[in-house]
Nanobody, 116 residues
């Protein structure tokens, strides 16, 4: 059974940093691409960053140069380092993966609040 468990969210001041973690289980982690999404109140969920099984990365234009996605296969963990955070990036951040059959799997989410 695929499980994704996020952690690392919290309250941070504008310009601050947070590192989110997502621990995965129930599948061959090293073979699957992983993604981070976020959903702000009243808005659609949006893709923030993705990392392939081979380590190639992609980012939303709004976070390029500030966010870094990485993975440690030996730990079954994907990270999202977020720097220079903005108030408008307050959202619930979700870890996601997708099977080869196209089934989507989501974690429970972790709240990130950027406020002074």
């Amino acid at each position: 059974q695929v499980q994704l468990v996020e952690s690392g969210g919290g309250l941070v001041q504008p310009g601050g940093s947070l590192r989110l973690s997502c621990v995965a289980s129930g599948f061959f982690f090293s073979l699957w691409s992983m993604r981070w999404y976020r959903q702000a109140p009243g808005k659609q969920r949006e893709l923030v960053a993705a990392i392939s099984s081979g380590g190639s990365t992609n980012y939303a234009d709004s976070v390029k140069g500030r966010f870094t996605i990485s993975r440690v296969n030996a730990e079954n963990t994907v990270y999202l380092q977020m720097n220079s955070l903005k108030p408008e990036e307050t959202a619930v951040y979700y870890c996601n993966t997708q099977s080869r059959r196209g089934n989507d799997y989501w974690g429970q989410g972790t709240q990130v609040t950027v406020s002074s």
